[in-house]
């Protein structure tokens, strides 16, 4: 009895002991020196020396994080591993993802019930427009600048429930003013084809280009036509500020691994209470789904998300640690969310129109400013598509992957250029860890990328080998280019 005793006192110490192992402190970070945006902070990442990452907030699901999250996250894995059941059961499920739910919480100003953790902000709106039910008037108001996967999840809602869904083509650069009458315009046509809008999705900041949109009117206008409001906010939280109350979306997802510096993947969903309701079940289904009636519960939606599948949701936990992270920073006077922010829009716009002026083009944006409110710049490149592609209209994405996949591997630059309204342009990201004289490399490079274009070498150069079996001749190209750094392909 007392061998019974004590093996019951020992599990409880070990498991009071896992608690406080797994407890944030100061987000679990070990120090709270402040950190200078800039060279100081570059050394907080673990990029490979001599690579330029100006494509942060990649289209996909990248971002990077400090390796001071990373050492948090790496706590949490060994944890995980020691006690699978206890770490999952009694430390995750009990108390680290509700801490975690109420750091993001707070910092977009929303009651805890509101928020939930999920993979990345694709799974978020593809979540909504599998939940809602749809009538045969129905209608989705989206624009030509929505992101693919959403236009990809229309048409399969379309194919295999004849949903209707309507794009709003519109020209950039144009005011805020323009793309809200747009949008007010649209919504009368639907209408006069008898047809009801039930929901319109639209950005926070768009991908591709990266500008920032007149979400805020949008919504506004949404609330008064009795409109759902669909924020995709994937580059969103961390790059700007959001009070999603006072923004009052009926639904808003958004990544934390782009701009807010949390490990892959991670991401929030936003659904106030009063929408609750139209979300029922996760993608996948998980077990926390409820039967209509078959519970006496009003509300199943936080523990319906709080265990979808198994998988490694460690990077939720590590808000906090990204947040305290964050709070480091230092900039002109500012600390923190504003020294971040307030560094990388200058760094965006003093940046963009360096790479402007070496290839001899501009910026996107308009006479107001307000696109380019953010931390991505648009830039034109120098290349005349009509007359590269004359017989190969097909082959402009080609182009555009080829600049891509040369500036990565061949001069260490990560960049990312994209066809829009048939022209050729480059999205480049502002971030802490970057500084004046990376825009400058990358617009001396974007430079001999776009001469070789035109010259045709996209349509007859041997495929570009990835980093371990790459050229020597490649090396040597990047040695010119910047003779100060090491080629990481060399072993050295």
Not at 333 to 342: K, L, P, S
């Amino acid at each position: 009895m007392r061998d019974r005793q004590r093996t019951r006192e020992e599990v409880t110490l070990q498991c009071e002991k896992g608690r406080e192992q797994s407890r944030p402190q100061s987000g679990g970070l070990s120090t709270s020196a402040t950190i200078e945006c800039g060279e100081d902070a570059a050394k907080h990442f673990a990029f490979e020396r001599g690579y330029i990452n100006l494509n942060h907030g990649e289209s996909g699901s990248y971002g990077t994080h400090p390796i001071d999250v990373a050492e948090v996250r790496r706590k949490y894995l060994d944890r995980a591993e020691a006690r699978p059941d206890t770490f999952v059961r009694y430390e995750y499920r009990s108390h680290l993802l509700n801490q975690a739910r109420q750091a993001i919480a707070d910092y977009v100003h929303a009651p805890l019930d509101t928020c939930v953790l999920i993979q990345n902000a694709t799974t978020g709106i593809d979540t909504v427009l599998r939940n809602l039910d749809f009538a045969t008037e129905d209608a989705v108001i989206c624009f030509s600048t929505t992101y693919p996967a959403f236009l990809n999840t229309l048409d399969y809602l379309n194919e295999r429930h004849n949903l209707d869904f309507w794009i709003i083509q519109h020209p950039l650069p144009v005011t805020d003013h323009d793309i809200c009458s747009y949008f007010e315009r649209i919504l009368e046509k639907v209408r006069k084809a008898d047809q009801k809008p039930k929901l319109a999705i639209f950005d926070t900041i768009s991908s591709q280009p990266g500008i920032r949109w007149p979400f805020e009117r949008l919504t506004d206008i949404c609330r008064k036509e009795g409109i759902l409001s669909c924020i995709d906010g994937a580059h969103g939280v961390g790059q700007i500020p959001f009070d999603l109350p006072k923004l009052n979306p009926d639904f808003f997802a958004s990544n934390c691994h782009k701009w807010l510096h949390t490990p892959r993947s991670c991401a929030l969903l936003y659904v106030p209470v009063h929408n609750q309701h139209l979300i029922r079940s996760t993608l996948p289904t998980g077990f926390g789904f409820v039967k209509k009636g078959s519970s006496d519960k009003t509300n199943t939606f936080v523990a319906n998300f709080a265990a979808v599948a198994t998988s490694d949701d460690t990077p939720y936990l590590c808000i906090p640690a990204a947040l305290a992270w964050r709070k480091r920073l230092t900039f002109n006077g500012w600390t923190g969310e504003d020294a971040i922010m307030n560094y990388n829009k200058d760094l965006a716009r003093r940046g963009g129109k360096l790479v402007a002026d070496i290839l001899g083009t501009e910026v996107m944006d308009n006479a107001q400013g307000t696109l380019g409110d953010c931390a991505m710049v648009n830039v034109r490149l120098p290349i005349d598509l009509e007359n590269i592609t004359e017989e190969k209209p097909s082959h402009e994405e080609d182009i555009a992957g080829w600049i891509n996949k040369t500036m990565n591997l061949q001069f260490n630059i990560a960049v990312n250029a994209f066809i829009y309204a048939d022209v050729l342009w480059v999205r480049l990201s502002a971030q802490v860890y970057l500084e004046m004289k990376h825009f400058e490399a990358a617009g001396n490079a974007l430079n001999r990328v776009c001469r070789r274009v035109r010259l045709e070498e996209w349509n007859r150069e041997a495929p570009i080998q990835v980093a371990g079996g790459i050229e020597d001749k490649i090396c040597s190209t990047t040695e010119k280019l910047h003779p100060s750094w090491t080629s990481p392909f060399r072993g050295e």
